[in-house]
Protein backbone atom coordinates (compact mmCIF):
# COMPACT_ATOMS: atom_id res chain seq x y z
CA UNK A 1 0.00 0.00 0.00
CA UNK A 2 1.50 3.31 -0.99
CA UNK A 3 2.46 6.02 1.52
CA UNK A 4 -0.56 8.35 2.73
CA UNK A 5 0.06 11.93 3.86
CA UNK A 6 -3.48 12.44 5.29
CA UNK A 7 -2.86 9.49 7.79
CA UNK A 8 -1.05 10.39 10.93
CA UNK A 9 1.53 10.25 13.39
CA UNK A 10 1.41 9.72 16.46
CA UNK A 11 3.29 12.49 18.51
CA UNK A 12 3.68 13.02 22.79
CA UNK A 13 3.39 16.16 24.34
CA UNK A 14 6.46 15.99 26.43
CA UNK A 15 6.44 19.63 27.98
CA UNK A 16 3.53 22.80 28.11
CA UNK A 17 4.70 26.29 29.03
CA UNK A 18 2.30 29.11 30.11
CA UNK A 19 3.17 31.75 27.99
CA UNK A 20 0.08 34.14 28.23
CA UNK A 21 -3.39 33.76 29.71
CA UNK A 22 -4.60 32.30 25.91
CA UNK A 23 -1.31 31.27 24.50
CA UNK A 24 0.69 27.58 25.62
CA UNK A 25 3.70 26.25 23.72
CA UNK A 26 3.58 22.66 23.32
CA UNK A 27 6.82 21.05 22.81
CA UNK A 28 5.99 17.52 20.66
CA UNK A 29 7.93 14.24 19.52
CA UNK A 30 7.83 11.25 18.21
CA UNK A 31 6.58 8.24 20.38
CA UNK A 32 10.73 7.25 19.63
CA UNK A 33 11.46 10.31 21.55
CA UNK A 34 12.40 12.07 18.34
CA UNK A 35 11.63 14.58 16.27
CA UNK A 36 8.65 13.71 14.14
CA UNK A 37 10.21 15.04 10.95
CA UNK A 38 12.68 17.95 9.98
CA UNK A 39 11.17 20.86 8.71
CA UNK A 40 12.29 24.72 7.41
CA UNK A 41 11.45 27.71 9.32
CA UNK A 42 7.85 29.11 8.55
CA UNK A 43 6.16 25.31 7.21
CA UNK A 44 3.35 24.02 9.23
CA UNK A 45 1.86 20.46 10.78
CA UNK A 46 -1.70 19.25 11.00
CA UNK A 47 -1.87 18.68 14.92
CA UNK A 48 -5.55 16.71 16.05
CA UNK A 49 -6.85 15.30 18.72
CA UNK A 50 -8.89 12.31 17.42
CA UNK A 51 -12.62 12.91 17.86
CA UNK A 52 -12.14 16.70 18.22
CA UNK A 53 -10.58 17.97 14.80
CA UNK A 54 -7.32 18.62 13.04
CA UNK A 55 -5.42 22.17 12.50
CA UNK A 56 -3.06 23.44 11.07
CA UNK A 57 -0.39 25.12 13.01
CA UNK A 58 3.04 26.88 12.38
CA UNK A 59 5.94 25.30 13.91
CA UNK A 60 7.38 27.42 16.64
CA UNK A 61 11.18 25.92 17.08
CA UNK A 62 13.73 26.40 14.93
CA UNK A 63 14.68 23.32 12.73
CA UNK A 64 18.25 23.80 14.27
CA UNK A 65 16.63 22.67 17.04
CA UNK A 66 17.17 18.78 16.94
CA UNK A 67 15.16 17.41 19.97
CA UNK A 68 11.91 18.19 19.52
CA UNK A 69 9.46 20.50 18.07
CA UNK A 70 7.40 23.27 19.35
CA UNK A 71 4.00 24.87 18.47
CA UNK A 72 2.98 28.05 19.88
CA UNK A 73 -0.83 27.95 20.03
CA UNK A 74 -3.38 30.42 20.80
CA UNK A 75 -6.74 28.96 22.61
CA UNK A 76 -9.97 30.20 20.08
CA UNK A 77 -11.87 27.36 18.77
CA UNK A 78 -12.72 23.65 19.84
CA UNK A 79 -9.02 22.09 18.81
CA UNK A 80 -7.46 24.91 20.34
CA UNK A 81 -9.62 24.98 23.82
CA UNK A 82 -8.83 21.24 24.12
CA UNK A 83 -4.75 20.81 23.53
CA UNK A 84 -5.15 24.02 26.11
CA UNK A 85 -6.84 21.39 28.70
CA UNK A 86 -4.03 18.87 28.00
CA UNK A 87 -1.10 17.80 30.63
CA UNK A 88 2.22 16.65 29.89
CA UNK A 89 2.59 12.95 28.60
CA UNK A 90 -0.82 13.64 26.00
CA UNK A 91 -0.54 11.97 22.71
CA UNK A 92 -1.81 13.80 19.29
CA UNK A 93 -1.70 13.33 16.06
CA UNK A 94 0.82 15.12 13.99
CA UNK A 95 1.37 15.01 9.99
CA UNK A 96 3.45 17.71 7.87
CA UNK A 97 5.82 19.48 7.21
CA UNK A 98 3.45 21.62 5.12
CA UNK A 99 3.94 24.60 3.03
CA UNK A 100 7.11 26.30 1.48
CA UNK A 101 8.15 28.20 4.73
CA UNK A 102 10.43 31.23 4.49
CA UNK A 103 13.59 31.26 1.83
CA UNK A 104 15.79 31.12 4.62
CA UNK A 105 18.69 29.73 2.14
CA UNK A 106 17.90 31.97 -0.51
CA UNK A 107 16.09 35.21 -0.66
CA UNK A 108 17.21 35.51 3.01
CA UNK A 109 20.94 34.93 2.60
CA UNK A 110 23.19 37.53 3.93
CA UNK A 111 20.36 40.09 4.29
CA UNK A 112 20.06 42.08 7.09
CA UNK A 113 16.71 40.87 8.91
CA UNK A 114 13.17 43.10 10.33
CA UNK A 115 10.84 40.94 11.92
CA UNK A 116 7.84 42.53 12.46
CA UNK A 117 5.09 40.54 14.43
CA UNK A 118 1.94 41.03 16.48
CA UNK A 119 0.31 39.37 19.25
CA UNK A 120 0.43 35.42 18.31
CA UNK A 121 1.89 36.34 14.82
CA UNK A 122 5.53 35.67 16.30
CA UNK A 123 4.82 31.55 16.26
CA UNK A 124 6.08 31.35 13.18
CA UNK A 125 8.52 34.25 13.04
CA UNK A 126 10.17 32.83 16.03
CA UNK A 127 11.34 29.27 14.05
CA UNK A 128 13.20 32.00 11.40
CA UNK A 129 14.53 33.97 14.43
CA UNK A 130 16.14 31.42 16.48
CA UNK A 131 16.99 30.13 12.90
CA UNK A 132 18.76 32.73 11.64
CA UNK A 133 20.37 33.04 15.25
CA UNK A 134 22.31 29.68 15.16
CA UNK A 135 23.62 30.75 11.90
CA UNK A 136 24.19 34.05 11.92
CA UNK A 137 27.79 33.72 9.50
CA UNK A 138 24.85 33.22 6.63
CA UNK A 139 23.45 36.42 7.71
CA UNK A 140 23.43 39.88 8.53
CA UNK A 141 22.27 41.98 11.29
CA UNK A 142 18.44 41.18 13.13
CA UNK A 143 15.89 43.93 14.33
CA UNK A 144 12.67 42.32 15.65
CA UNK A 145 9.87 44.55 16.27
CA UNK A 146 7.28 43.05 18.13
CA UNK A 147 4.24 43.93 20.27
CA UNK A 148 0.55 42.82 22.17
CA UNK A 149 -2.40 43.71 23.53
CA UNK A 150 -0.75 44.11 26.95
CA UNK A 151 2.78 43.13 28.47
CA UNK A 152 1.33 39.76 29.48
CA UNK A 153 0.63 38.90 25.81
CA UNK A 154 4.40 38.78 25.27
CA UNK A 155 4.41 35.19 23.70
CA UNK A 156 7.62 33.47 25.74
CA UNK A 157 8.96 36.74 26.99
CA UNK A 158 11.32 34.58 28.86
CA UNK A 159 13.15 34.36 25.90
CA UNK A 160 13.20 37.75 24.33
CA UNK A 161 14.58 39.03 27.81
CA UNK A 162 16.79 36.75 28.17
CA UNK A 163 18.08 35.37 24.82
CA UNK A 164 17.47 38.29 21.63
CA UNK A 165 18.04 41.03 23.89
CA UNK A 166 21.19 39.35 25.19
CA UNK A 167 22.47 38.54 21.83
CA UNK A 168 24.68 41.50 20.41
CA UNK A 169 23.57 40.61 16.55
CA UNK A 170 19.95 41.01 17.49
CA UNK A 171 18.08 44.38 18.01
CA UNK A 172 14.43 44.09 19.78
CA UNK A 173 12.03 46.95 20.13
CA UNK A 174 9.25 45.77 22.10
CA UNK A 175 4.94 47.55 22.47
CA UNK A 176 2.08 46.91 24.38
CA UNK A 177 -1.09 48.31 23.14
CA UNK A 178 -1.78 50.33 26.08
CA UNK A 179 -0.15 51.76 29.14
CA UNK A 180 0.55 49.35 32.21
CA UNK A 181 1.75 49.30 35.39
CA UNK A 182 5.06 47.73 35.35
CA UNK A 183 5.88 48.33 32.10
CA UNK A 184 7.99 51.28 31.03
CA UNK A 185 8.65 50.16 27.12
CA UNK A 186 6.56 51.57 24.29
CA UNK A 187 3.44 51.91 24.26
CA UNK A 188 1.02 52.30 21.09
CA UNK A 189 0.10 50.22 17.72
CA UNK A 190 3.08 48.42 15.79
CA UNK A 191 2.09 50.21 12.57
CA UNK A 192 3.14 53.54 14.19
CA UNK A 193 5.89 52.51 16.37
CA UNK A 194 7.62 51.06 13.16
CA UNK A 195 7.03 54.45 11.41
CA UNK A 196 8.62 56.41 14.74
CA UNK A 197 11.30 53.28 14.70
CA UNK A 198 12.49 54.60 10.83
CA UNK A 199 13.77 50.76 10.44
CA UNK A 200 16.84 50.61 7.83
CA UNK A 201 15.19 50.21 4.01
CA UNK A 202 18.00 47.95 3.12
CA UNK A 203 16.54 45.30 5.21
CA UNK A 204 14.30 42.25 4.58
CA UNK A 205 11.10 42.39 5.89
CA UNK A 206 9.79 39.38 7.77
CA UNK A 207 5.60 40.24 8.72
CA UNK A 208 3.32 38.52 10.83
CA UNK A 209 0.39 39.21 12.96
CA UNK A 210 -3.44 40.16 12.73
CA UNK A 211 -4.52 41.02 9.29
CA UNK A 212 -5.56 44.59 10.54
CA UNK A 213 -1.84 45.21 11.61
CA UNK A 214 -0.26 43.76 8.78
CA UNK A 215 -2.18 45.98 6.37
CA UNK A 216 -1.53 49.28 8.49
CA UNK A 217 2.07 48.01 8.67
CA UNK A 218 2.56 47.64 5.00
CA UNK A 219 1.20 50.85 4.00
CA UNK A 220 3.48 52.30 6.16
CA UNK A 221 6.88 50.69 5.14
CA UNK A 222 6.09 51.09 1.72
CA UNK A 223 5.41 55.01 2.49
CA UNK A 224 8.61 54.87 4.12
CA UNK A 225 9.89 53.63 0.80
CA UNK A 226 10.19 49.71 1.35
CA UNK A 227 9.44 47.86 -1.44
CA UNK A 228 6.41 44.99 -1.36
CA UNK A 229 9.40 42.46 -3.22
CA UNK A 230 10.88 42.93 -0.12
CA UNK A 231 8.33 41.48 3.02
CA UNK A 232 7.25 38.49 3.12
CA UNK A 233 4.43 37.66 5.37
CA UNK A 234 2.95 34.22 6.18
CA UNK A 235 -0.90 33.75 6.02
CA UNK A 236 -3.40 31.58 7.90
CA UNK A 237 -6.58 30.24 6.11
CA UNK A 238 -8.83 27.16 7.12
CA UNK A 239 -7.34 24.38 5.69
CA UNK A 240 -8.38 20.39 5.71
CA UNK A 241 -5.94 18.66 3.50
CA UNK A 242 -2.55 20.36 3.94
CA UNK A 243 -1.87 19.06 0.36
CA UNK A 244 -3.57 21.58 -2.00
CA UNK A 245 -6.34 19.03 -2.80
CA UNK A 246 -9.76 20.19 -0.91
CA UNK A 247 -10.05 23.75 -2.04
CA UNK A 248 -9.95 25.54 1.53
CA UNK A 249 -7.14 27.64 1.26
CA UNK A 250 -7.30 28.55 -2.90
CA UNK A 251 -6.69 32.02 -3.32
CA UNK A 252 -6.65 32.69 -7.13
CA UNK A 253 -5.22 30.21 -8.92
CA UNK A 254 -2.55 30.20 -5.06
CA UNK A 255 -3.02 27.33 -2.40
CA UNK A 256 -1.86 29.04 0.73
CA UNK A 257 -0.95 24.77 2.07
CA UNK A 258 1.10 24.66 -0.40
CA UNK A 259 2.26 27.36 -2.16
CA UNK A 260 2.05 29.55 0.78
CA UNK A 261 1.73 29.67 3.56
CA UNK A 262 4.91 32.11 2.86
CA UNK A 263 4.46 35.06 0.03
CA UNK A 264 5.97 37.84 -0.89
CA UNK A 265 3.96 40.80 -1.21
CA UNK A 266 4.71 41.78 -4.69
CA UNK A 267 3.30 38.31 -5.41
CA UNK A 268 0.18 38.69 -3.43
CA UNK A 269 -0.53 42.12 -4.71
CA UNK A 270 -1.68 39.69 -7.88
CA UNK A 271 -4.21 37.66 -6.29
CA UNK A 272 -7.78 38.40 -5.09
CA UNK A 273 -7.53 39.88 -1.73
CA UNK A 274 -9.41 37.03 -0.06
CA UNK A 275 -7.16 36.49 3.02
CA UNK B 1 -12.02 -2.33 -33.23
CA UNK B 2 -14.55 -5.16 -31.82
CA UNK B 3 -18.20 -5.74 -31.57
CA UNK B 4 -21.02 -7.76 -30.77
CA UNK B 5 -24.72 -7.75 -31.93
CA UNK B 6 -27.39 -5.99 -29.73
CA UNK B 7 -29.24 -9.11 -29.02
CA UNK B 8 -26.48 -10.74 -27.52
CA UNK B 9 -25.98 -7.61 -25.43
CA UNK B 10 -27.47 -9.56 -21.54
CA UNK B 11 -24.41 -12.49 -22.78
CA UNK B 12 -21.60 -9.33 -23.24
CA UNK B 13 -22.75 -7.55 -19.82
CA UNK B 14 -22.71 -11.21 -17.94
CA UNK B 15 -19.26 -11.77 -19.50
CA UNK B 16 -18.05 -8.40 -18.12
CA UNK B 17 -19.72 -9.16 -14.89
CA UNK B 18 -18.10 -12.35 -14.58
CA UNK B 19 -14.86 -11.38 -13.35
CA UNK B 20 -15.40 -7.87 -11.58
CA UNK B 21 -18.26 -5.75 -10.75
CA UNK B 22 -20.11 -4.21 -13.74
CA UNK B 23 -21.87 -0.78 -12.96
CA UNK B 24 -24.18 0.72 -15.87
CA UNK B 25 -27.12 3.53 -16.03
CA UNK B 26 -30.18 2.02 -15.17
CA UNK B 27 -33.76 4.33 -15.08
CA UNK B 28 -34.83 4.86 -11.69
CA UNK B 29 -38.00 6.99 -10.18
CA UNK B 30 -36.33 10.49 -11.35
CA UNK B 31 -33.88 9.36 -14.20
CA UNK B 32 -30.43 7.14 -15.04
CA UNK B 33 -28.46 6.51 -12.16
CA UNK B 34 -25.18 4.08 -12.05
CA UNK B 35 -26.29 0.55 -10.58
CA UNK B 36 -24.35 -2.81 -9.78
CA UNK B 37 -25.50 -5.03 -12.98
CA UNK B 38 -27.05 -8.42 -12.03
CA UNK B 39 -28.79 -10.69 -14.61
CA UNK B 40 -32.06 -8.90 -15.74
CA UNK B 41 -30.86 -5.52 -15.55
CA UNK B 42 -31.93 -2.95 -18.29
CA UNK B 43 -29.23 -0.70 -19.30
CA UNK B 44 -30.78 3.32 -18.94
CA UNK B 45 -31.43 5.13 -23.20
CA UNK B 46 -31.42 8.50 -21.09
CA UNK B 47 -28.89 10.95 -21.91
CA UNK B 48 -27.24 11.11 -18.87
CA UNK B 49 -27.30 9.57 -15.18
CA UNK B 50 -28.48 12.58 -12.53
CA UNK B 51 -25.37 12.19 -10.77
CA UNK B 52 -22.07 11.80 -12.43
CA UNK B 53 -19.69 9.12 -12.49
CA UNK B 54 -17.27 11.02 -10.32
CA UNK B 55 -18.42 8.61 -7.16
CA UNK B 56 -16.71 5.63 -8.63
CA UNK B 57 -13.30 7.34 -7.29
CA UNK B 58 -14.32 10.23 -5.30
CA UNK B 59 -17.16 9.20 -3.28
CA UNK B 60 -19.54 10.93 -1.34
CA UNK B 61 -18.48 9.89 1.96
CA UNK B 62 -15.75 7.70 2.92
CA UNK B 63 -13.17 6.89 6.30
CA UNK B 64 -9.94 8.42 5.87
CA UNK B 65 -8.02 6.41 9.07
CA UNK B 66 -9.20 5.19 11.98
CA UNK B 67 -8.13 5.98 16.12
CA UNK B 68 -8.47 3.99 19.24
CA UNK B 69 -7.87 6.46 22.21
CA UNK B 70 -7.03 5.24 25.98
CA UNK B 71 -6.15 7.79 28.09
CA UNK B 72 -3.47 9.55 26.67
CA UNK B 73 -2.64 7.42 24.15
CA UNK B 74 -3.75 7.11 20.79
CA UNK B 75 -3.83 4.14 17.84
CA UNK B 76 -3.82 5.05 14.32
CA UNK B 77 -4.94 2.66 12.00
CA UNK B 78 -4.82 2.37 8.58
CA UNK B 79 -8.47 1.58 7.14
CA UNK B 80 -7.24 1.39 3.66
CA UNK B 81 -8.39 -1.75 1.45
CA UNK B 82 -6.88 -2.48 -1.76
CA UNK B 83 -10.26 -1.96 -4.27
CA UNK B 84 -11.97 -4.81 -6.17
CA UNK B 85 -11.51 -4.08 -10.00
CA UNK B 86 -14.42 -2.90 -11.69
CA UNK B 87 -15.74 -1.86 -14.71
CA UNK B 88 -18.19 1.33 -15.38
CA UNK B 89 -20.16 1.23 -18.76
CA UNK B 90 -21.64 4.33 -20.42
CA UNK B 91 -20.10 7.17 -19.36
CA UNK B 92 -20.15 10.11 -21.43
CA UNK B 93 -17.98 12.03 -23.48
CA UNK B 94 -18.10 14.90 -20.87
CA UNK B 95 -18.00 12.75 -17.84
CA UNK B 96 -15.19 10.83 -18.78
CA UNK B 97 -13.35 13.89 -19.42
CA UNK B 98 -13.90 15.11 -16.22
CA UNK B 99 -11.65 11.83 -15.02
CA UNK B 100 -8.66 13.73 -16.67
CA UNK B 101 -9.68 17.10 -14.11
CA UNK B 102 -9.80 15.15 -10.85
CA UNK B 103 -6.51 13.32 -11.61
CA UNK B 104 -4.67 15.83 -11.88
CA UNK B 105 -5.73 17.28 -8.22
CA UNK B 106 -5.69 13.82 -7.04
CA UNK B 107 -2.65 12.08 -8.75
CA UNK B 108 -0.23 15.26 -8.02
CA UNK B 109 2.61 14.75 -5.57
CA UNK B 110 1.83 14.13 -2.88
CA UNK B 111 -0.98 11.49 -4.44
CA UNK B 112 -4.00 10.78 -2.76
CA UNK B 113 -3.87 6.60 -2.28
CA UNK B 114 -7.58 6.63 -1.59
CA UNK B 115 -8.68 8.24 -5.27
CA UNK B 116 -5.48 6.36 -7.08
CA UNK B 117 -6.76 2.85 -6.12
CA UNK B 118 -9.91 3.12 -7.74
CA UNK B 119 -8.81 4.66 -10.34
CA UNK B 120 -6.04 1.73 -10.76
CA UNK B 121 -8.83 -1.23 -10.43
CA UNK B 122 -11.41 1.06 -12.07
CA UNK B 123 -12.03 0.59 -16.04
CA UNK B 124 -14.50 2.93 -17.71
CA UNK B 125 -16.15 1.94 -21.14
CA UNK B 126 -17.69 5.21 -21.98
CA UNK B 127 -20.48 5.34 -24.91
CA UNK B 128 -21.27 7.75 -27.33
CA UNK B 129 -24.30 9.74 -26.89
CA UNK B 130 -27.38 9.06 -29.20
CA UNK B 131 -29.60 12.05 -27.87
CA UNK B 132 -27.46 14.70 -26.61
CA UNK B 133 -29.74 17.37 -25.31
CA UNK B 134 -30.50 21.29 -25.19
CA UNK B 135 -28.46 21.45 -21.52
CA UNK B 136 -25.16 20.02 -22.87
CA UNK B 137 -22.08 22.16 -23.92
CA UNK B 138 -18.92 19.93 -23.86
CA UNK B 139 -18.02 21.23 -27.04
CA UNK B 140 -17.56 24.53 -25.87
CA UNK B 141 -14.79 22.92 -23.83
CA UNK B 142 -13.22 21.18 -26.81
CA UNK B 143 -14.55 17.68 -26.40
CA UNK B 144 -15.91 15.45 -28.84
CA UNK B 145 -18.89 13.32 -27.92
CA UNK B 146 -18.68 11.48 -30.88
CA UNK B 147 -15.60 10.31 -29.72
CA UNK B 148 -15.72 9.81 -26.22
CA UNK B 149 -12.52 9.16 -24.10
CA UNK B 150 -11.81 6.39 -21.52
CA UNK B 151 -9.90 3.02 -21.07
CA UNK B 152 -12.84 1.51 -23.64
CA UNK B 153 -15.02 4.07 -26.27
CA UNK B 154 -18.41 2.56 -27.68
CA UNK B 155 -20.58 3.55 -30.18
CA UNK B 156 -24.30 1.73 -30.29
CA UNK B 157 -25.53 1.37 -34.35
CA UNK B 158 -29.22 -0.01 -34.13
CA UNK B 159 -28.04 -3.71 -34.19
CA UNK B 160 -24.32 -3.31 -33.06
CA UNK B 161 -22.15 -2.33 -29.99
CA UNK B 162 -18.68 -1.06 -31.51
CA UNK B 163 -15.75 -1.31 -29.08
CA UNK B 164 -12.36 0.62 -29.24
CA UNK B 165 -9.97 0.04 -26.57
CA UNK B 166 -7.86 3.23 -25.90
CA UNK B 167 -5.27 2.24 -22.59
CA UNK B 168 -3.69 -1.10 -21.87
CA UNK B 169 -6.29 -1.44 -19.31
CA UNK B 170 -8.96 -1.28 -21.97
CA UNK B 171 -6.99 -3.47 -24.59
CA UNK B 172 -6.59 -6.23 -21.37
CA UNK B 173 -10.41 -6.05 -20.91
CA UNK B 174 -11.48 -6.31 -24.17
CA UNK B 175 -9.15 -9.32 -25.06
CA UNK B 176 -10.67 -11.35 -21.94
CA UNK B 177 -14.33 -11.29 -23.64
CA UNK B 178 -13.81 -14.12 -26.57
CA UNK B 179 -17.92 -13.38 -26.98
CA UNK B 180 -16.09 -10.06 -28.92
CA UNK B 181 -16.53 -10.31 -33.18
CA UNK B 182 -13.98 -8.12 -35.00
CA UNK B 183 -15.23 -5.08 -36.00
CA UNK B 184 -13.66 -2.63 -39.36
CA UNK B 185 -11.98 0.28 -37.96
CA UNK B 186 -14.65 2.55 -39.47
CA UNK B 187 -17.84 0.54 -38.46
CA UNK B 188 -18.69 3.63 -36.02
CA UNK B 189 -18.00 6.44 -38.88
CA UNK B 190 -22.10 6.65 -39.52
CA UNK B 191 -23.03 6.32 -36.25
CA UNK B 192 -20.46 9.36 -35.18
CA UNK B 193 -21.84 11.34 -38.19
CA UNK B 194 -25.30 11.11 -37.06
CA UNK B 195 -24.20 12.06 -33.75
CA UNK B 196 -22.24 15.17 -35.30
CA UNK B 197 -25.84 16.76 -36.80
CA UNK B 198 -27.31 16.67 -33.97
CA UNK B 199 -24.42 18.49 -31.65
CA UNK B 200 -24.44 21.32 -34.55
CA UNK B 201 -27.71 22.14 -33.67
CA UNK B 202 -27.63 21.98 -29.99
CA UNK B 203 -28.26 25.51 -28.75
CA UNK B 204 -25.30 26.18 -26.36
CA UNK B 205 -22.95 24.28 -28.85
CA UNK B 206 -21.10 27.39 -29.66
CA UNK B 207 -20.77 28.78 -26.19
CA UNK B 208 -17.33 30.74 -26.10
CA UNK B 209 -14.64 30.27 -24.01
CA UNK B 210 -12.89 32.66 -25.18
CA UNK B 211 -12.73 35.40 -22.72
CA UNK B 212 -11.90 33.13 -19.92
CA UNK B 213 -8.26 31.42 -18.75
CA UNK B 214 -5.42 32.38 -16.42
CA UNK B 215 -5.00 35.34 -17.69
CA UNK B 216 -7.73 37.15 -17.37
CA UNK B 217 -7.50 36.74 -13.45
CA UNK B 218 -8.12 40.37 -11.57
CA UNK B 219 -10.22 41.46 -14.44
CA UNK B 220 -12.74 39.05 -14.11
CA UNK B 221 -12.71 38.87 -10.18
CA UNK B 222 -13.54 42.25 -9.99
CA UNK B 223 -16.32 42.75 -12.46
CA UNK B 224 -19.21 44.10 -12.03
CA UNK B 225 -21.32 41.49 -12.60
CA UNK B 226 -21.38 39.20 -10.01
CA UNK B 227 -23.56 40.86 -7.50
CA UNK B 228 -26.20 40.42 -9.97
CA UNK B 229 -25.79 37.12 -10.96
CA UNK B 230 -25.00 35.84 -7.15
CA UNK B 231 -27.83 38.10 -5.90
CA UNK B 232 -31.00 35.23 -6.00
CA UNK B 233 -28.21 31.97 -5.18
CA UNK B 234 -29.74 30.12 -2.26
CA UNK B 235 -26.32 28.60 -1.21
CA UNK B 236 -27.68 24.62 -1.26
CA UNK B 237 -24.83 23.72 -2.69
CA UNK B 238 -26.42 21.08 -5.63
CA UNK B 239 -24.39 22.68 -8.41
CA UNK B 240 -21.17 21.48 -6.82
CA UNK B 241 -22.57 18.20 -5.96
CA UNK B 242 -24.05 17.17 -8.85
CA UNK B 243 -20.71 18.62 -10.64
CA UNK B 244 -18.16 16.06 -11.90
CA UNK B 245 -15.28 17.91 -11.47
CA UNK B 246 -15.81 19.50 -8.36
CA UNK B 247 -13.53 18.03 -5.78
CA UNK B 248 -13.60 19.67 -2.40
CA UNK B 249 -13.73 18.02 0.47
CA UNK B 250 -13.78 18.24 4.58
CA UNK B 251 -12.04 16.10 6.70
CA UNK B 252 -14.36 15.72 10.01
CA UNK B 253 -14.12 13.05 12.95
CA UNK B 254 -16.78 10.65 14.35
CA UNK B 255 -16.60 9.01 17.65
CA UNK B 256 -18.29 5.72 17.16
CA UNK B 257 -18.16 4.73 21.11
CA UNK B 258 -16.16 1.89 20.17
CA UNK B 259 -13.33 4.71 18.37
CA UNK B 260 -12.86 7.74 16.20
CA UNK B 261 -13.19 7.39 12.30
CA UNK B 262 -12.25 10.19 9.94
CA UNK B 263 -13.72 10.63 7.35
CA UNK B 264 -13.71 12.72 4.46
CA UNK B 265 -17.17 14.01 2.33
CA UNK B 266 -18.33 16.50 -0.66
CA UNK B 267 -18.05 19.72 0.46
CA UNK B 268 -19.27 22.94 -1.31
CA UNK B 269 -17.08 26.19 -1.70
CA UNK B 270 -20.95 27.72 -1.37
CA UNK B 271 -21.31 26.95 2.40
CA UNK B 272 -20.77 30.22 4.54
CA UNK B 273 -18.48 27.75 6.62
CA UNK B 274 -16.26 26.56 4.25
CA UNK B 275 -13.78 29.31 4.44
CA UNK B 276 -14.89 29.84 8.74
CA UNK B 277 -11.42 30.56 10.65
CA UNK B 278 -10.68 31.86 14.55
CA UNK B 279 -10.00 35.11 13.00
CA UNK B 280 -13.21 34.96 10.52
CA UNK B 281 -14.05 34.63 7.59
CA UNK B 282 -11.89 35.51 4.32
CA UNK B 283 -15.13 34.97 2.31
CA UNK B 284 -18.49 36.73 4.08
CA UNK B 285 -21.16 37.37 1.23
CA UNK B 286 -23.05 34.67 -0.99
CA UNK B 287 -21.44 36.87 -3.87
CA UNK B 288 -17.48 35.94 -3.12
CA UNK B 289 -18.15 32.49 -2.25
CA UNK B 290 -20.41 32.44 -5.63
CA UNK B 291 -17.79 34.05 -7.72
CA UNK B 292 -15.08 31.62 -5.96
CA UNK B 293 -17.14 28.35 -7.79
CA UNK B 294 -17.23 29.97 -11.13
CA UNK B 295 -13.82 31.76 -10.88
CA UNK B 296 -11.97 28.43 -10.10
CA UNK B 297 -13.27 26.18 -13.13
CA UNK B 298 -12.93 29.30 -15.60
CA UNK B 299 -10.06 30.92 -14.59
CA UNK B 300 -8.03 29.56 -11.44
CA UNK B 301 -7.91 26.13 -12.63
CA UNK B 302 -7.13 26.79 -16.50
CA UNK B 303 -3.88 29.44 -14.72
CA UNK B 304 -2.86 25.91 -13.40
CA UNK B 305 -3.40 23.36 -16.22
CA UNK B 306 -1.85 24.86 -19.18
CA UNK B 307 -5.51 26.39 -20.31
CA UNK B 308 -7.97 23.28 -19.34
CA UNK B 309 -11.50 24.49 -18.27
CA UNK B 310 -12.61 22.89 -14.66
CA UNK B 311 -15.99 22.50 -16.65
CA UNK B 312 -16.84 19.68 -18.64
CA UNK B 313 -20.21 20.80 -20.00
CA UNK B 314 -22.50 18.02 -18.65
CA UNK B 315 -25.25 20.36 -17.96
CA UNK B 316 -26.13 19.45 -14.54
CA UNK B 317 -26.05 22.20 -13.14
CA UNK B 318 -28.26 24.01 -15.19
CA UNK B 319 -31.17 21.06 -14.80
CA UNK B 320 -30.76 20.84 -11.08
CA UNK B 321 -30.36 25.07 -9.67
CA UNK B 322 -33.37 25.61 -8.08
CA UNK B 323 -33.03 28.89 -9.08
CA UNK B 324 -31.75 28.48 -12.57
CA UNK B 325 -28.47 30.05 -12.09
CA UNK B 326 -25.18 28.00 -13.93
CA UNK B 327 -22.34 28.40 -15.45
CA UNK B 328 -23.66 28.85 -18.80
CA UNK B 329 -25.58 32.31 -17.45
CA UNK B 330 -22.41 33.50 -16.04
CA UNK B 331 -20.21 33.12 -18.74
CA UNK B 332 -22.97 35.36 -21.31
CA UNK B 333 -23.22 37.58 -18.19
CA UNK B 334 -19.02 38.08 -18.14
CA UNK B 335 -18.04 37.77 -21.95
CA UNK B 336 -20.42 40.65 -22.68
Same mark, same amino acid.
Given at each position: ?7 ? *? ?86 ? $? ?10 ? *? ?13 ? $? ?85 ? $? ?48 ? $? ?14 | ?12 ? /? ?30 ? /? ?26 ? #? ?25 ? #? ?40 ? #? ?106 ? #? ?25 ? /? ?58
Amino acid at each position: MRSETLIP *KIGVVTDIRVDTPDVKTFRVVGLDGKKVFEHIPGQCAMLSVPGVGEGMFSITSSPTNEAFMEFSIKKCGCLTSWLHMMDVGQQITIRG $PYGNGFPVESAL *KGKDLLFIAGGIGLA $PLRSVINYVRDKKENYGSVHIIYGSRSADDLVDYQEILNEWQTDENVKVDLTIDRPQEGWDGHVGFIPSFVEELKPDLSRTVLICGP $PIMIKFTLDGLKKMGFQESQVYTTMELRMKCAIGKCGRCNIGNKYVCKDG $PVFRFDELSTLPNEY | MKKISLTKLDEFF /AAVAASQNLYLPVDGAKGAEYSLWTEGTVMSK /AYNTLRSAKDFFFPQVETLAAFKVNGKN #IEVEDVRKETEDFVVFGVRACDAKSFE #ILDSVYLADPVDSYYASRREHGVIMTLSCKKPTETCFCKAFG #IDAANPGGDVSCWMTDSELLLQANTEKGEALLASLSILEEADDNAADSEKEKLQTILDKLPLGNLSTESFGGDKLMALFNSDKWEALSESCLACGTCTFVCPTCQCYD #IRDYDTGHGVQRFRCWDSCMYSDFTLC /AHGNTRNTQMQRFRQRFMHKLVYYPANNNGVFGCVGCGRCLRSCPISMNIVKVMKALEG
